[in-house]
């Protein structure tokens, strides 16, 4: 395995990742027939594509003899006092990881294949980008970010496959009269007026009225109208949450550059700085997952975000640049 500081090492391509995504995902277990479609189309497409998934599934192979013999990282397991049991398991968790990202191919990109190959817009870690729509409609994405376009003679619907999007949706005037809809995580946002904000947050999504109102909906469930400085967040399991008030004047602030926290937990911290960085945190417990923490940071110093979340929560962290960092 190559250094980062290795001058021959070179940052992977989309080929690379997508590659090593479909590689991770077939020793997962079998395709269903959507996924043997995607992956077969995938193939077909580009010679290099066969390629890449041949070298990614030889290194794949090759990692995966780490889980019989770590060697040197055995010393990510900290506590010398832990059971013998606890230290395989915190081992076991750690070099698997390593497994997936290792030799580089695997980056913190967004996850899932099929969400590569079905967006039509999409933004890396700690990217932001603006998109026009064709009705002239505007999307932000936030960092690891993913956005299809569904638009057809009835209605403009987009669906926002991973990350988090603020939209400015066109009005309904002149010979535009097709309704503006933003679907996420089985819901979809009806905009009455033009600006707000989505976030898809563990299996569901939390949707903030901006300016004028958005009405959002969840399957069979009477949907709610929301006005400027309301939120509600909804998953498929839990229905549509309580409407609650929300200050505008900090929604979406990846926008400026911040990181805002509020009473949140630690799980939920890393999933969002994992969204801006191209190596990844782990937390090996899930009693310090749930560990609450507050503060402002901005995105241009998630180091010091690290350092300084790590030290006010009295955790430990032990690092593999530029793949991982592991928390206990």
Known sequence: MKRASDAQWKMPDETELIA?????????????????????????????HQAAFEEASATWGQLAALRHSPGPLKAMVPSPR???????????AVIGFLVLVGGGIVWNQIGDPRVL??????T???EIRTVTLPDGSTVELGPASALALDYSTRERRVALLAGEAYFTAAPKQGAELRPFVAEAAG???????????????????????????VEVSLGA???????PGEEVRYATERGLGIVQARDVSNAAPWRRGLLVFDNMPLGDVVKTLNRYRRG??????????????????????????IETITAELGVRARSVPPFVTVLY
């Open 20 to 48: 090593a995504q479909w590689v991770a995902r077939l020793d997962a277990g079998p395709l269903d027939g959507a996924e043997r479609t995607a992956f077969r189309l995938w193939l077909e497409e580009d010679g290099d």
């Open 82 to 92: 832990a059971s013998v049991t606890r230290k395989a398991a915190r081992a076991g």
């Open 117 to 122: 190959l079905a967006s039509d817009y999409r």
């Open 124 to 126: 890396g870690p700690g």
């Open 187 to 213: 819901g979809q946002t009806r905009a009455l007026g033009t600006r707000f904000v989505v976030e898809l947050r563990d299996e569901g999504a939390q949707v903030l009225a901006i300016e004028h109102q």
């Open 221 to 227: 469930v009477p949907g709610v109208v929301l006005s």
């Open 280 to 305: 990844r945190i782990v937390i090996l417990d899930s009693t310090l997952a749930s560990r609450r923490v507050s503060g402002v940071f901005t995105a241009a110093e998630l180091g010091d975000a």
